[in-house]
């Protein structure tokens, strides 16, 4: 079982840049895939970015490629999501989430594949 809490959500203008950070309860969070989502209000929750157990993979949806980079700390047991050039359409409440997997290949894009997820944090991006 992880619990996950995320930060760093807020309002910002378009081109702007916001960081987005999920902190991990537990010690086998190196077990875990790591991702983050987001849904925009009458959207899917839609799959933004996930990055392997150990970190040195990494995935992202064409839509945010170039944009933003997902990161990790084993160490600290969090996962961030720098969001850089931000548009209006980036505009959504974004969730962590964290995927039982076993193998440090992996990096589910799918919700379903997703075990644990934080409670979400909203940005808002203005035109």
């Known amino acids: 079982q992880v619990q996950l809490v995320e930060s760093g959500g807020g309002l910002v203008q378009a081109g702007g840049s916001l960081r987005l950070s999920c902190a991990a309860s537990?010690?086998?969070?190196?077990?875990?895939?790591m991702g983050w989502f987001r849904q925009a209000p009458g959207k899917e929750r839609e799959f933004v970015a996930g990055?392997?157990?150990?970190?040195?993979?990494?995935s992202y949806a064409d839509s945010v490629k170039g944009r933003f980079t997902i990161s990790r700390n084993n160490a600290q047991n969090t996962v961030s999501l720098q969001m850089n050039s931000l548009k209006p359409e980036d505009t959504a409440v974004y969730y962590c989430?964290?995927?039982?997997?076993?193998?440090?290949?992996?990096?589910?894009?799918?919700?379903?594949?997703?075990?644990?997820w934080g409670q979400g944090t909203q940005v808002t991006v203005s035109s």
């Open positions: 537990g010690r086998t969070f190196n077990s875990y895939a």
């Open positions: 989430a964290a995927a039982i997997v076993y193998s440090n290949y992996n990096i589910p894009v799918s919700r379903g594949s997703y075990d644990f």
């Open positions: 990055i392997n157990r150990s970190g040195g993979s990494t």
